[in-house]
């Protein structure tokens, strides 16, 4: 048995995360500040004895000893980070160079979760990792962006000046169960819309594009990258494409009830206009693809919404 440090395992992929380690038998350490994060996420594993919540803010050192070190805190979608955008950027760079000081000194190997973001509006498709990106760094999407920029950066530089056992993921766009509502992501707002009886809101002309990962996809690339010994980065996403518009009308289709339309408003600035992740690495190193189709994981997405939705009420 492993000890694992999960830092983000209060949200959304942290928590799938955790139940893939606690069943493989591992123990789990869960770090997180609740910003994003929900209580729910964590109590359903506080019944298992290998599993411990400790409520930190990354930002401030801490003091652990464990073996392995998953780190996904920062807040992820774009409602959430321009929030505070002085807060996210601290959450990448001070947060990231905390628990990389803690791998270095406990020497534990760390994954951090980086984004398609750094690639920022890309101009070459799909997008391999050799691909250095178009990030504006001053825009509303920096802080996000340059922030994970700058992390990847820092663990790049623990692992060739002090030597720590490094790995780093670039997640593309996902989505599963346990995404909360009000994050104003894609999948998230489209499917609430729906089930509400409201229009669904497209951004622009709904011709940008996304490729959707489902969330055990996503999980089972992140333990193969982490048991392997590459350090990265390395793409992980579905390269099945999507424009913003076909995914509307593939969320009315599956809620045939909703009875509604669409609806379109301003592109907000920077927002990426193509996205689909070059996943040739993965495939070589890690032996890893998706296999989940868009549908096929909507399915058990609405069906999380339509328990949610129907809690607040
Ligand atoms: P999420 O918002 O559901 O989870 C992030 C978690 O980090 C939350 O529980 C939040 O409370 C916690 N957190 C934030 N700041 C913290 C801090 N200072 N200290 C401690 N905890 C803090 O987001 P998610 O979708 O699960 O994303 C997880 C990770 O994956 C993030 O690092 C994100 O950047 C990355 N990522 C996600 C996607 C995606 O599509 N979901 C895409 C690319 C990258
Ligand atoms: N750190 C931590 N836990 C540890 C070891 C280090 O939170 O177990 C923090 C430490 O406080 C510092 C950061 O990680 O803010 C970087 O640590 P490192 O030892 O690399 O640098 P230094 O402390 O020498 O600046
Ligand atoms: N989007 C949209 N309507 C919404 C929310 C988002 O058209 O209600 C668009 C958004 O402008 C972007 C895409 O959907 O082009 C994905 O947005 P999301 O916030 O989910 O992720 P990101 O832009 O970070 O990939």
């Not at 830092?7 to 942290?14: E, K, L, P, S, V």
């Not at 807060?87 to 905390?98: A, H, I, P, Q």
């Not at 076909?246 to 592109?267: D, F």
């Amino acid at each position: 048995m492993k000890t694992v440090v999960v830092t983000g395992g209060g949200g959304f992929i942290g928590s799938h995360l955790i139940e893939a380690l606690l069943e493989k038998g591992e123990a789990v350490i869960c770090l997180d500040n609740l910003f994003t994060g929900v209580k729910k996420n964590i109590s359903r594993f506080l019944a298992n004895p290998r599993f411990e919540f400790i409520r930190h803010d990354i930002v401030v050192p801490i003091l652990l000893e464990a073996e392995e070190i998953y780190h996904l805190a920062c807040p992820a979608s774009p409602v959430h980070y321009q929030n505070n955008p002085i807060k996210t950027l601290k959450t990448s760079v001070l947060g990231t160079l905390n628990m990389l000081g803690l791998a270095k000194r406990i020497q534990a190997r760390i994954l951090l979760a980086s984004t398609s973001e750094v690639y920022g509006d890309p101009q070459i498709h799909p997008q391999p990792e050799t691909y250095c990106g178009n990030v504006n760094p001053v825009g509303p999407r920096a802080c996000y962006d340059e922030g994970k920029r700058a992390a990847e950066t820092l663990m790049v530089g623990y692992r060739d000046y002090n030597g720590v056992n490094v790995a780093i993921a670039r997640i593309f766009n996902t989505y599963g169960p346990r995404m909360v509502p009000n994050d104003g992501r894609v999948v998230s707002n489209f499917i609430c819309q729906a089930l509400r009886g409201e229009d669904l809101t497209i951004y622009g002309d709904g011709s940008q594009t996304r490729s959707f990962c489902y969330v055990s996809d996503m999980v089972d690339g992140l333990i193969r990258l982490m048991e392997s010994t590459e350090s990265g980065p390395v793409n992980l996403g579905n390269p099945t494409e999507f424009t913003i518009e076909e995914l509307a009308r593939t969320v009315l289709r599956m809620i045939p009830e909703s009875n509604t339309g669409l609806v379109y408003g301003p592109l907000p600035v920077d927002d990426p206009t193509q996205r689909r992740p070059d996943i040739a690495l993965a495939k070589r190193l890690l032996d890893w693809q998706p296999t989940v189709p868009l549908e096929q994981g909507l399915e058990p997405t609405i069906a999380y919404f339509r328990e949610e939705l129907g809690e607040d009420q």
